[in-house]
C-alpha cells in the first residue's frame, strides 16, 4: 500500500514572539501565575459545590445521564486539582472511570450517590483537614469503581 | 542563573468548555505574561475566533464531547489559513483509550494531563516553541511529524526498492 507523504517545514511563530527581549524569569512567572490562580479560588470553589450539587440532584431524580455526570466529574478532577484538592479531585477521576463504563447503557445510580456523598464530605473542614481521613475516602471510591468496572457497570452486589 | 522568558507579543487562543476552567488556564496564562489572549468556551467560539485572526498558539480541552479534536483535524486542513500551522497544546483531564487515540491523531503538537499546573504548562510552551518538526499529511493524518529522534529523511543512495512513498515537501513560511 502507498501513501503520498506532504511534508511543510513552517516557521514556529511562537519561538519568533518568545524570543523578544525582556519579560521575566521562570521562576516570577510560576509564582505569578500561582498568584493569578489564586485570584479565582473563591469563585471557583463556589462552582465545584454547584458541580456536585447537580451531580446530587440527578441521581435523586432517578433519571442521570451518563454524559452530564461524566462532563461534571471531568470537570471537578480539573478544577478541584488545579487549587491542589488532590482528593476531590481524584473523587471526580473514580467518578469518571465509573460513568466512562457506563456508556453500554448500564447505569445503578448508588455509586454515584456514594461519590456525591464522598464529594461532600471532602468539601467539609474537619475531613479536607484530616489527610489520614481523606486518603480513607479516596481508597473506598477506587474500590468501589474498580467493583462496578470489573461487573461490566451493573450492580454489584 | 534564573532563565528569563517573554511571553508579551504571543497571541493565545484557549478553549475550555467548563467556565471555571477556562478562567483558570487564563489566569495561568496571564501570569505568565502573556497579554493578549482570546478565551473561548466553545468549539464554534473557538473556530470564529480562529477565523478573525492570527494567532501564535492554541490551548485546548477537547471536551467531554471531544469536539475540540474535531476542530483541530478541521484547522489543520484549512488550505492557505494562517492559523493552519500553528503550535496546539491539548489538556484534557480523564481519558479514556479512544480518547488518547483521537487526541494523538488530531494533529496537535502535545497534550497534557489535567489538572493543570503552571509548572508543566509553562514547560510544554516553551517546549513547543522549540519544535522544529515539519508538518506531515500522510492519510488522514496532517499534524506533527511524530517522529521525534529523526527529524530528517536518511540519508542514503535511494529508495528501498518496496517504497512507494512519494515524497512532496511543500517550504512555506507562516502567514
Redesign the interface.
Known amino acids: 500500500m502507498?501513501?503520498?507523504?506532504?511534508?511543510?517545514?513552517?516557521?514556529?511563530?511562537?519561538?519568533k514572539?518568545?524570543?523578544?527581549?525582556?519579560?521575566?524569569?521562570?521562576?516570577d512567572?510560576?509564582?505569578?501565575?500561582?498568584?493569578?490562580?489564586e485570584?479565582?479560588r473563591d469563585?471557583?470553589m463556589d462552582?465545584l459545590d454547584v458541580k456536585i450539587a447537580e451531580i446530587d440532584a440527578v441521581t435523586k431524580s432517578g433519571k442521570a445521564d451518563p454524559?452530564r455526570v461524566?462532563?461534571l466529574?471531568?470537570?471537578i478532577?480539573?478544577?478541584?486539582?488545579?487549587f491542589g484538592l488532590s482528593e476531590l479531585?481524584e473523587a471526580?477521576?473514580s467518578l469518571?472511570?465509573l460513568t466512562?463504563n457506563w456508556r453500554d447503557g448500564a447505569s445503578d445510580m448508588e455509586p454515584i450517590r456514594v461519590h456525591v456523598v464522598a464529594m461532600k464530605s471532602l468539601r467539609r473542614s474537619d475531613v479536607a483537614g484530616d489527610s489520614a481521613l481523606r486518603s480513607a475516602v479516596i481508597e473506598g471510591l477506587r474500590a468501589l469503581t474498580a467493583k462496578f468496572a470489573a461487573s461490566g457497570g451493573r450492580s454489584a452486589g | 542563573m534564573?532563565?528569563?522568558?517573554?511571553?508579551?507579543?504571543?497571541?493565545l487562543l484557549t478553549l475550555d468548555e467548563?467556565?471555571?476552567?477556562c478562567?483558570?488556564l487564563t489566569?495561568?496564562?496571564?501570569?505568565?505574561?502573556i497579554r493578549t489572549i482570546r478565551a473561548c468556551t466553545s468549539v464554534e467560539e473557538a473556530r470564529n475566533a480562529l477565523t478573525t485572526a492570527p494567532f501564535?498558539?492554541m490551548i485546548a480541552?477537547p471536551?467531554?464531547?471531544g469536539d475540540g479534536v474535531e476542530l483541530i483535524r478541521w484547522l489543520r486542513r484549512q488550505e492557505q489559513h494562517p492559523n493552519r500551522?500553528?503550535?496546539i497544546i491539548l489538556v484534557s483531564?480523564?481519558s479514556?483509550p479512544s480518547s488518547v487515540r483521537r487526541a494523538r491523531d488530531s494533529g496537535a503538537n502535545f497534550f497534557v494531563a489535567?489538572?493543570?499546573?503552571?509548572?508543566t504548562?509553562?514547560d510544554r510552551?516553551?517546549w513547543?516553541?522549540?519544535?522544529?518538526r515539519?508538518?506531515?499529511?500522510?492519510?488522514k493524518y496532517l499534524g506533527p511529524?511524530r517522529r521525534f529522534k529523526v527529524e530528517e529523511p536518511p540519508t542514503g543512495l535511494g529508495r528501498r526498492n518496496n517504497d512507494?512513498?512519494?515524497?512532496?515537501?511543500?517550504?512555506?513560511?507562516?502567514a
Open positions: 502507498s501513501h503520498i507523504v506532504r511534508t511543510h517545514r513552517i516557521e514556529n511563530k511562537l519561538a514572539a518568545v524570543s523578544t527581549v525582556g519579560g521575566m524569569t521562570v521562576e512567572a510560576l509564582a505569578k501565575a500561582a498568584q493569578a490562580v485570584e479565582v469563585e471557583c462552582a454524559a461524566y462532563a466529574a471531568n470537570e478532577l480539573n478544577e478541584a486539582g488545579a479531585s471526580g477521576r469518571c472511570e466512562s | 534564573s532563565r528569563w522568558i517573554n511571553l508579551e507579543r504571543v497571541a467548563s467556565v471555571h476552567g478562567k483558570i489566569q495561568i496564562c496571564r501570569g505568565f505574561g501564535d498558539l480541552d471536551g467531554a464531547s500551522f500553528i503550535p483531564g480523564h479514556t489535567k489538572p493543570l499546573t503552571p509548572a504548562l509553562l510552551i516553551l513547543v516553541s522549540r519544535d522544529r515539519p508538518y506531515v499529511e500522510v492519510g511529524d512507494s512513498t512519494i515524497d512532496q515537501e511543500d517550504t512555506e513560511s507562516a
